[in-house]
């Protein structure tokens, strides 16, 4: 498994990606950038919930980055997952598609966490 995604140079972020290396998990396309790490606070009640976000170095993260790591990214796996899409502003665009379609070209299902219950 690997992580593909964007970290800002602080505390948060060092231990983050600290503890998913600790766990296996290949943190060579992390890339660091200055600012906050983005979080996200969940508040939650005994009906509902609510979020409070940072997006930090998440505004980072674009379809760019993930076409880059495409050919290394599948060698290690089959299955893609995008988890924080609301919290990824440069996603959020036409561009996102084509580098989707390209990861099914190459085989790789995908997955989206779309951040809500239903």
Do not use: W
Not at 34 to 42: A, H, K, L, R
Not at 66 to 79: E, I, M, Y
């Amino acid at each position: 498994m690997s992580y593909v995604c964007c970290v800002g140079k602080d505390k948060f972020g060092t231990l983050q990606v600290e503890k998913a290396a600790g766990d296996g998990v290949d943190c060579s396309r992390i890339q660091h950038r200055d600012g906050p790490t983005g979080t996200c606070i969940v508040l939650s009640g005994p009906t509902d919930r609510a979020f409070v976000s940072c997006l930090g170095a998440n505004r980072y993260l674009t379809p760019e980055l993930l076409r880059s790591v495409l050919p290394t990214t599948l060698a290690r796996g089959s299955h893609v997952h995008f988890g924080g899409y609301f919290t990824t502003p440069e996603l959020h665009t036409d561009e996102l598609a084509d580098v989707l379609k390209a990861f099914r070209a190459q085989g790789a299902t995908i997955s989206l966490d779309p951040q809500c219950v239903l």
